[in-house]
Nanobody
Framework: QVQLVESGGGLVQPGGFLRLSCAAS????????MGWYRQAPGKQRELVAT???????NYADSVKGRFTISRDNAKNTVVLQMNSLKPEDTAVYYC?????????????WGQGTQVTVSS
C-alpha cells in the first residue's frame, strides 16, 4: 500500500521560508510525477508544483520564482523549498504521487501538513 509521509510545515513570518519533504513508500509501479497541492480554508485544492520522473517542473503562477520543487527518484522523495512566503500561502499542503502499472493508474495523497504565514 502506498504511503506518503510529509514533514516540514509550521508557522513562519511573512518573507520567511520553509522546506516541505515527502517520502513515498510501498511503491510497486512506475512513478510518473510527484508534486504538492494546497488547500486554504473555504477554497478548493490547487496545484502548487509538480515534477516528473524526467525532471520537468510545473508551478502555479502564484509561486513562480519563490518556490522550488526537487525530487530524488532513487529515494522516492520530493521536496518543496518555499521562500519569500506570503500570508496568502497559508494552507494545508498535500503531497501527491501519480503512477502507472500496466493499465492501472495510481493517484495517491499524503495526509497534509499545515503551513501558516503570519506575523
Amino acid at each position: 500500500q502506498v504511503q506518503l509521509v510529509e514533514s516540514g510545515g509550521g508557522l513562519v513570518q511573512p518573507g520567511g521560508f520553509l522546506r516541505l519533504s515527502c517520502a513515498a513508500s510501498g511503491i510497486t509501479f512506475s512513478i510518473n510525477a510527484m508534486g504538492w497541492y494546497r488547500q486554504a480554508p473555504g477554497k478548493q485544492r490547487e496545484l502548487v508544483a509538480t515534477i516528473t520522473s524526467g525532471g520537468s517542473t510545473n508551478y502555479a503562477d502564484s509561486v513562480k520564482g519563490r518556490f522550488t520543487i526537487s525530487r530524488d527518484n532513487a529515494k522516492n522523495t520530493v521536496v518543496l523549498q518555499m521562500n519569500s512566503l506570503k500570508p496568502e500561502d497559508t494552507a494545508v499542503y498535500y503531497c501527491n504521487l501519480k503512477g502507472v502499472r500496466g493499465n492501472v493508474n495510481y493517484n495517491s495523497w499524503g495526509q497534509g501538513t499545515q503551513v501558516t504565514v503570519s506575523s
